[in-house]
């Protein structure tokens, strides 16, 4: 089965300049969730959908950033104007809700290194 | 609010030692889930284990094995006859009521196994 796929793997970018990262959920999986890794904050949540609704986008950090999920298979992650501080790398992460022993576990993607000059 | 702690920074051992990865978590939830990950040097995220408040009793997977204590609220990793393969950072992580909902995670303990 294939995993949760993040595209771009790597970016590099300047100051100023728009982001989006992108992320296609397991199949079948009802739940997308958007985390940051940095070395000083470490993993954090950003925002999480269910059903392709944003249920908590508490973990957003300002305005610039915005994410979306228009159907069920795609959903992205767009930051503009970029920053330095922006500099992490993201992951996209899915579950479901449905009963057995893999339900109610997140799934991540292999990431995204986001570098802004 | 939850929170998640991995005391331990890093930890190095020779191959073939054992070696356990302490966690102690927080949390006003009688409901909770627990959980490990694995991210080695490639940088991804591998689950390992997901343990249910409700569930105390510890878990082997091969050299792998968990215990869960709610009365000291940890759930601590052993690793038993470790190999190079090993090397990584391991997550400790919590989710409040269900595990589709925010992970808080902990620092992380880097896991170094030398040959």
């Known amino acids: 089965d294939a995993g949760v796929i993040q595209s771009p793997r790597h970016e590099v970018t300047e100051m100023g300049q728009e982001v989006t990262l992108r992320c296609k959920p397991i199949s079948g999986h009802d739940y997308l969730f958007w985390y940051r890794q940095t070395m000083m904050r470490g993993l954090e949540l950003l925002i999480y959908f269910n059903n392709n609704v944003p249920i908590d986008d508490s973990g957003m950090p300002e305005d610039r950033f915005s994410a979306k999920m228009p159907n069920a298979s795609f959903s992205t992650l767009k930051?503009?104007?970029?920053?330095?501080?922006?500099?992490?790398?993201?992951?996209?992460?899915?579950?479901?809700?449905?009963?057995?022993?893999?339900?109610?576990?997140?799934?991540?993607?292999?990431?995204?290194?986001?570098?802004?000059? | 609010a939850q929170k998640v702690t991995q005391a331990q920074t890093e930890i190095s051992v020779v191959e073939k030692e054992d070696v356990t990865l302490d966690c102690v978590y927080e949390t006003r939830d009688t409901t909770y889930y627990l959980f490990w990950y694995k991210q080695p040097p490639s940088g991804e995220l591998v689950f390992l284990i997901r343990r249910n408040s409700f569930d105390e009793q510890n878990e082997i997977s091969g050299r792998y094995s968990w215990n869960f204590q709610k009365s000291t609220s940890s759930f601590n990793f052993t690793i038993t006859a470790s190999q190079v393969v090993d090397s990584a950072v391991y997550f400790c992580a919590q989710t409040p009521r269900f595990g589709n909902e925010k992970l808080t995670f902990g620092t992380g303990t880097r896991l170094t196994i030398i040959p």
Do not use: H, M, N, W
């Open chain 1, 79 to 117: 930051i503009q104007p970029s920053e330095p501080r922006d500099s992490a790398v993201y992951f996209c992460a899915s579950s479901y809700t449905s009963g057995g022993a893999k339900a109610d576990t997140q799934y991540f993607g292999p990431g995204t290194r986001l570098t802004v000059l």
